[in-house]
Structure formats: structure tokens, C-alpha cells
């Protein structure tokens, strides 16, 4: 135990992981985002890392009800969240009890001494006090009575003791804006403004906030504080922002680059419901956003703004994947734009929906009958987002077809510093909306046929109902090529399949090819990891791990799965060991095996948690001492 009594002084370091946990009714969330708003303000590098319960109430005060919200802040570029916390915030027994053995050795326990009584104790399943006996031996533990010193501070201002223990949470927010000197004001101002309308939660919050802050300062328990320096950006705008932010971002920049309103029919789903939540709150770029009554109205509603010449745009997690598919197979027959983002969790079924999961992959790829291929574009990164969502916009409405936005619940609820890009020095998208009637009769009679198609790309001429000269009708079954007139036609049916085939061969040739990562040039490295979504963090940091150590590893990262970049199965072919890291059981492992006839290993991961930089650089030692 640390029982110091002398003066603090301030000590720099390069890097540090910080998680805050307790219950989920502690406000672990909220203290983790406002210490990483006045982190970002220094301005270091950051990576978080949210993890909290699937259950709306999960059982307070025991493990399975524990809410967790990790930080990794540095003065250098980093990649990841860190694997193991070096401070632990532990606000109960629980909490304790599981995220203790992710500390780092000798890392420091701030420990909420108040809630560590009798009956915590049972529930989280100790069967002594951790903090009076040596199972902390190896620790650096500060006992700090937290929610004492929270109804202290707001005794006299009219809180009641329920509300005001409530905010114990911003008291262990100031302790640790003490311990690693981070700016109070922007926490104060964000108090102020967010509980204007509450006088006494607002005076409580301040208080309990200020008196941790104050505590760290006065207490001489802590022998000194912390301060990372301010990392090197490029210059320019920077902001904090998640995933799913970014991704709502970058649908409004899409429909703005295409000058078309911006459509999104949505059901309610964890963890895909912020990316409603954010574009209901920009009707003033435009945005029309329905709450529909289920995941299929809310694919039908998206895909009937399609057809009138919106952006269209729907929104879901797993289970909602399975309940859009009709509609989406429908969009691929007719030929419309339409984005579907898949913000994946554990499955199947409810499974945990709030962990995070690459368990959609083959489902989106494949997972709809007849012949219906579809383009599948991941995010790699929280701010990668905002360009992952333009690019899934571009092709559907370039190739007229639907396309999938796939990223996941750790991209969507974590987040890292983003430079605002220049929008105006962004590629149009042209819709490039028919005018004029595009066949003209034997008789010399002009009209519209809606599946006339461009030579290049196979995209049908899109016209918007109304236009005059121009009306139209479309429907599910089966069309004649060019007029669009029902038929039954054998011939014409295999042609029609093997036209939506060729326009994904055309979208291959379109797309970046792929690049490699590797120092020693094509086909130099002993093993090439290939990577997708929110795997590339990890990856990328394993690699430069191994790196250092003097071996040779390569890396090639996944944007687009379907069709896959043309050159990929040449880069494949340079290597003899190929691993393919995933949260999954191997399902673009399988993929690739498929289609290049490699031999891709499998490393796979389905624990609800994303990969550690220490998993990946220890699979790649194994691969490179086997060989």
C-alpha cells in the first residue's frame, strides 16, 4: 500500500492509459469523455476504448454491471487504446474485480474507500476487503474516500445526499485532471452549459468536480503529478470525434458533393442509434431523417427516397441486416442507390449489443438470394469514418446499386483527434440525372427506357419521377435490359445477372489498387498480416512492434471487400505466410482463400473486445519462429 506524505513534484512521461470503472449507473462514460475533450486540448494523441454492459439494467454493484471507459493519451502518433490501463479508477468492488488483472505490474488503483463495505464486497464476490489485505501488494493503491468527500462538498448547497452522491463521478474526474495537470476549464464550462437549466445538479456537479481536483492537491497522499507533453500535428483544424459521428459527417458531406438530399430510414439499434441521433440534429444542411416502426419500413422508406432522387441511406446493426435483406436484393434488381450502414456487434441474434464484433462480413457479402453482388466498404478508424461513408455514397450512386458502409461497435463508440478536411478541394459525386429522353422508336417516337446503360460502368440512366417526358415505373420482377419492361425471357434473365456481375468487375477497376506496407519492397517480409475494418490499429502496431525487434512483416489493409482492389491476389501471391487477424472466426480469411487459392491463415478473435497490440506482435513471432 502507498502511504506518502511528502511534497508532489511533476514528472513528464511520453505516454499513459488511464480507465475509468464502476458501476453503470457510476457516469463512467461521461468522465471518460470530458477527460478526453480536455486532453485533446493540449493537444495530445488519443484512443479510447468505451466498454459497458449490453443490459439497460445491468445488476448494480456486480461484475456483469460494470462499466468501464479506458483512455491512452501520449506527446507521439499511437494507434490503439492501449492493451493493459497503467491507472485504474475503481469506483467499487466490482470494478475491482474485473479490470484488475488488466493492470500493467505495479500500476495505480484510485479506489473509491467508501463503496468497499460489507455487501459490495459480497456482490462483486470477495470474500475479504482487497484493499486491507495483499492482494494488492504488488500495486500502488490510493484509498480515497469518494463519495464522502462528494457529500462534503455539497452539503451546504441544497443537494440532497442521493443527488449529490450522483455525482462522484466529476469528484474522480478532478482527482485525475489533478494527477495528470489536464485544463479544468473546459470541464467547468461544458458543467455550466450542459446543466444550465438545473441549478442544484449543476452546483453539485462543479463542486464534487473542484473538490476532486482539490483533493489531489491538498491531500499530500500522491507523490507527484503527471505530464505528458503536447504531441506534433499537422497543422490545421483538429476535433474529437467517434465513429459514428464521423460516419453521420460524412453522409451529409456526400449528399452535399452531390448536391442531393440526404435520406436516412432508420429502426432504432444498438450500437448504430447515434448515427440517427446526430443527423436528426442537422435539418439545416438538409437532412431528412424517419424513425420507422421496424428495420424493414426503415429499408423501404430509405430505398422509396432512393427512387425519388435522394441520397438514401439506412442504418442497423446485425440482426437488422437479416430483416433488410428483401429490400436490399430489391435495390440491386432495380438498380437504385442506397447506403446501408452496419454498425457490427456480437451476434447472432440479440447477442451483446454492446460489444463489438466483424461477424457480418459474409452476411452482407452474400447474404441475400438470387445473383445480387453488391459493393461492401469498411471504416478502419473513428475519423476514417467520414471518408468510408463518402466513398459508399460515391459508388452507389456512380454504379447505381446498393453499397454496404460496414464498421463496428468499437469504431462507432471510441474516438482519437480528427483534421477537419477542406470540403471544397472534394470530388463532386454527379448524380447525373437524365433530362431528355434517351430511345427513340422505330416509328421516330422519343421516351424514356431506364436501363440504358453506360458502356464503362453498366450504370442505368437514372431519371427523377416527374421529370416530364421522363415517367417510368419499376418493380421486382424481372426486366427486359434497356426498356425495362417485364419479360421472362431466359436469355434475358442470364443477361441481366451477368450485368450486375460486370458492373462489380467495373467498380474493381475503379477502385484504389491496393498498397503494401512493407519496407524491404513486394514479397521482402517473412509474413504479410491483411487486415479490415477496425483491425488496422492493432494490426499496424503489432507490425511496427516486430518491426523493431529486427524482423520482417508486412501489412496490406482492406478498404474494400467486395469487389476486392485488382491487384490484391498479385500482392497475395509474393508471400508464402499470410495471417488474416480477425474478430471473427476467419470470414475474409475464408474469402481470400476462395478467391486467390492461398494459403491464409486464420487469427481469429470473438471475445466482444478488439484485438491487443501484444496478440498481434505475439502471433507474428509465432508465425516467423515456426517457419
Not at 87 to 111: D, T
Request: glycine share 8%; aromatic share 8%.
Amino acid at each position: 500500500m502507498t502511504d506518502i506524505t511528502t511534497q508532489h513534484s511533476v514528472k513528464e512521461l511520453d505516454q499513459v492509459v488511464v480507465r475509468f470503472a464502476g458501476d453503470s449507473g457510476d457516469g463512467m462514460q461521461l468522465a471518460g469523455n470530458r477527460f478526453t475533450v480536455a486532453t485533446s486540448l493540449i493537444p495530445n494523441d488519443i484512443a479510447t476504448l468505451p466498454d459497458f454492459p449490453a443490459e439497460i439494467r445491468a445488476p448494480a454493484g456486480t461484475p456483469a454491471g460494470v462499466s468501464s471507459f479506458q483512455i491512452h493519451f501520449s506527446d507521439h502518433d499511437i494507434l490503439t487504446p492501449g492493451d493493459k490501463p497503467d491507472v485504474l479508477v475503481a469506483m467499487n468492488p466490482a470494478a475491482l474485480k474485473v479490470h484488475l488483472s488488466s493492470l500493467v505490474p505495479g500500476g495505480v488503483i484510485l479506489a473509491n474507500v467508501d463503496a468497499f463495505d460489507e455487501r459490495s464486497l459480497s456482490k462483486a464476490g470477495y470474500s475479504s476487503n482487497p484493499l486491507e489485505d495483499d492482494e494488492l501488494s504488488s500495486y500502488r493503491v490510493y484509498k480515497v474516500p469518494m463519495t464522502k468527500l462528494t457529500l462534503e462538498a455539497c452539503k451546504d448547497a441544497g443537494v440532497k445526499p442521493r443527488d449529490a452522491e450522483r455525482s462522484k463521478n466529476f469528484f474522480a474526474l478532478g482527482l485525475v485532471s489533478w494527477m495528470y495537470t489536464r485544463p479544468v476549464e473546459p470541464t467547468i464550462d461544458w458543467i455550466q452549459k450542459r446543466f444550465a437549466s438545473n441549478e442544484l445538479v449543476r452546483e453539485a456537479n462543479l463542486r464534487s468536480f473542484k473538490a476532486g481536483y482539490n483533493f489531489g492537491e491538498t491531500a499530500e497522499l500522491f507523490e507527484s503529478q503527471y505530464e505528458v507533453p503536447a504531441a506534433s500535428f499537422r497543422e490545421g483544424t483538429y476535433t474529437s470525434v467517434t465513429g459514428n459521428t464521423a460516419l453521420a459527417w460524412g453522409l451529409v458531406a456526400a449528399s452535399r458533393l452531390a448536391k442531393m438530399p440526404l435520406f436516412l430510414g432508420s429502426y432504432p439499434i444498438t450500437p448504430a442509434s447515434d448515427v440517427l441521433h446526430e443527423l436528426a440534429k442537422l435539418k439545416e444542411f438538409g437532412v431528412k431523417t424517419f424513425q420507422a416502426e421496424d428495420e424493414i419500413a426503415g429499408a423501404g422508406s430509405a430505398l422509396g427516397a432512393a427512387f425519388g432522387g435522394s441520397l438514401a441511406v439506412t442504418t442497423t446493426s446485425g440482426p437488422g441486416i437479416d430483416l433488410k435483406a428483401e429490400t436490399i436484393g430489391l435495390a440491386a434488381h432495380l438498380e437504385l442507390p442506397l447506403v446501408i450502414v452496419d454498425i457490427q456487434r456480437v451476434g447472432p441474434s440479440t447477442g451483446i449489443p454492446t460489444k463489438t464484433e466483424q461477424s457480418d462480413l459474409l452476411a452482407v457479402v452474400y447474404g441475400r438470394h438470387g445473383e445480387s453482388p453488391v459493393p461492401v466498404v469498411a471504416a478502419m478508424s473513428p475519423s476514417n469514418a467520414f471518408e468510408a461513408a463518402i466513398e459508399a455514397c460515391r459508388m452507389a450512386v456512380k454504379y447505381r446499386t446498393p453499397v454496404y458502409l460496414l464498421s463496428d461497435g468499437y469504431i462507432a463508440n471510441s474516438s482519437e483527434p480528427w483534421l477537419l478536411p477542406d470540403i471544397s478541394n472534394m470530388e463532386p459525386i454527379d448524380p447525373n440525372f437524365l433530362e431528355e429522353p434517351n430511345h427513340v422508336d422505330d416509328e421516330g417516337k422519343s421516351s424514356y427506357w431506364p436501363y440504358i446503360r453506360d458502356p464503362e460502368t453498366f450504370a442505368r440512366q437514372w431519371a427523377l419521377p416527374g421529370t416530364p417526358g421522363l415517367e417510368h415505373r419499376v418493380g421486382g420482377l424481372e426486366h427486359q435490359d434497356g426498356s425495362g419492361s417485364v419479360s421472362y425471357d431466359p436469355l434475358n434473365h442470364e443477361r441481366m445477372v451477368q450485368l450486375r456481375q460486370a458492373k462489380l468487375e467495373a467498380i474493381s477497376r475503379d477502385i484504389p489498387q491496393v498498397e503494401v506496407n512493407d519496407p524491404d519492397g513486394l514479397g521482402g517480409a517473412d509474413v504479410l498480416l491483411v487486415s479490415w475494418g477496425s483491425t488496422y490499429s492493432a494490426v499496424m502496431a503489432g507490425v511496427k512492434r516486430v518491426r523493431a525487434r529486427g524482423m520482417k512483416a508486412a501489412m496490406v489493409h482492406l478498404v474494400h471487400l467486395n469487389p476486392f482492389p485488382s491487384n490484391l491476389g498479385d500482392v497475395l501471391g509474393h508471400y508464402r505466410k499470410i495471417v488474416v487477424p480477425e474478430i471473427n472466426s476467419g470470414q475474409l480469411c475464408t474469402m481470400l482463400r476462395a478467391a486467390y487459392l492461398v494459403d491464409a491463415q486464420s487469427l481469429s478473435k470473438v471475445q466482444g473486445l478488439p484485438f491487443k497490440t501484444a496478440e498481434i506482435e505475439a502471433a507474428i513471432m509465432d508465425v516467423i519462429d515456426n517457419d
